[in-house]
C-alpha cells in the first residue's frame, strides 16, 4: 500500500492554459474524492466518483472542470481556460466503501494525497 | 446544508501545556464528525473520528475529542503538546445518512507549539 498519490505536486501556469492533474488511489479503492483548498481556507469538495462513475458535482466545479475517472483507477481533473481564481491546491481522497444489505454504503475512511499546487499567473 | 466553525483561526502554547481547539457544527441531519491534521506541504491525516457510541473519542498522537450533541461541538484535545505537534487542523463532518460520505471543512486552526 503506496497510498494516495498525485502528479504533479506542483504547476505554474499562465491565464488561459488548460491544465490536468492525475491521482492515483489506494489499490482496489472504489470511492474517489476531489477537493479544493484555497489558502486560508479548509478543503471544499468538488466531486466524487464511485468506480468509474461520478455521481455528484459540486457547484463550484463550474463547466471549465471536467473529471474523469476511466476504469475506476485513477482520475484525472482538467481545467480549461484557467483564471487567477483557480489557483488553490487540489487534493484527491480515496476509500473503500462497502455496500450494505439494502443498498446503503458503510463509512470508512477517505486517505488524503499529498495535493497538486496550481498557481495561475 | 451543513457548516462547520473553528472559533480559533490560530492557536500559540508553550511545549508541554495543555491545548484545546474549539469546533462547532451545523446540520439538519445525523453526522459523523472528524479532526485532520495537515503539516506543511503534506496531505490530510486522519486523527480521529466520532461515528458513534462514546462521546469521548481517543486518536493517534495523544489527542482526544469529545461529542457534544446538545452544544454541537467537537473540540479536540491533548494535555501535553511537543513542538512537532506544530501544523493546521481541520474539524469536519459527513452526512450519517448519505450515501457519499463527502466531508465538510472548517477554516482550520494553526496551532504553533513553541519551546
Known amino acids: 500500500d503506496t497510498g494516495v498519490s498525485q502528479d504533479p505536486r506542483h504547476k505554474i501556469t499562465k491565464r488561459g492554459q488548460n491544465v490536468t492533474f492525475r491521482c492515483d488511489p489506494i489499490?482496489?479503492?472504489?470511492?474517489l474524492y476531489w477537493y479544493r483548498q484555497t489558502l486560508g481556507q479548509g478543503p471544499e469538495f468538488l466531486t466524487y466518483?464511485?468506480?468509474?462513475?461520478?455521481?455528484?458535482k459540486s457547484r463550484l466545479l463550474s463547466d471549465r472542470f471536467s473529471a474523469e475517472r476511466p476504469k475506476g483507477s485513477f482520475s484525472t481533473l482538467e481545467i480549461q481556460r484557467t483564471e487567477q481564481g483557480d489557483s488553490a491546491m487540489y487534493l484527491c481522497?480515496?476509500?473503500?466503501?462497502?455496500?450494505?444489505?439494502?443498498?446503503?454504503?458503510?463509512?470508512?475512511?477517505?486517505?488524503f494525497g499529498p495535493g497538486t499546487r496550481l498557481t495561475v499567473l | 446544508a451543513q457548516s462547520v466553525t473553528q472559533l480559533d483561526s490560530q492557536v500559540p502554547v508553550f511545549e508541554e501545556a495543555p491545548v484545546e481547539l474549539r469546533c462547532n457544527y451545523s446540520?439538519?441531519?445525523?453526522?459523523?464528525l472528524f479532526w485532520y491534521v495537515q503539516y506543511p506541504n503534506q496531505g490530510l491525516q486522519l486523527l480521529l473520528k466520532?461515528?458513534?457510541?462514546?462521546?469521548l473519542v481517543k486518536g493517534i498522537n495523544g489527542f482526544e475529542a469529545e461529542f457534544n450533541k446538545s452544544q454541537t461541538s467537537f473540540h479536540l484535545r491533548k494535555p501535553s503538546v511537543h513542538i512537532s505537534d506544530t501544523a493546521e487542523y481541520f474539524c469536519?463532518?459527513?452526512?450519517?445518512?448519505?450515501?457519499?460520505?463527502?466531508?465538510?471543512f472548517g477554516k482550520g486552526t494553526l496551532l504553533t507549539v513553541n519551546p
Open positions: 481522497a480515496s476509500s473503500l466503501d462497502l455496500l450494505l444489505a439494502g443498498g446503503a454504503y458503510s463509512y470508512n475512511e477517505q486517505f
Open positions: 466518483f464511485q468506480n468509474e462513475a461520478q455521481l455528484e
Open positions: 466520532y461515528l458513534s457510541g462514546s462521546t
Open positions: 469536519a463532518v459527513s452526512d450519517q445518512g448519505g450515501s457519499n460520505y463527502k466531508l465538510t
Open positions: 446540520s439538519s441531519v445525523s453526522v459523523y
Open positions: 489499490s482496489e479503492h472504489n470511492r
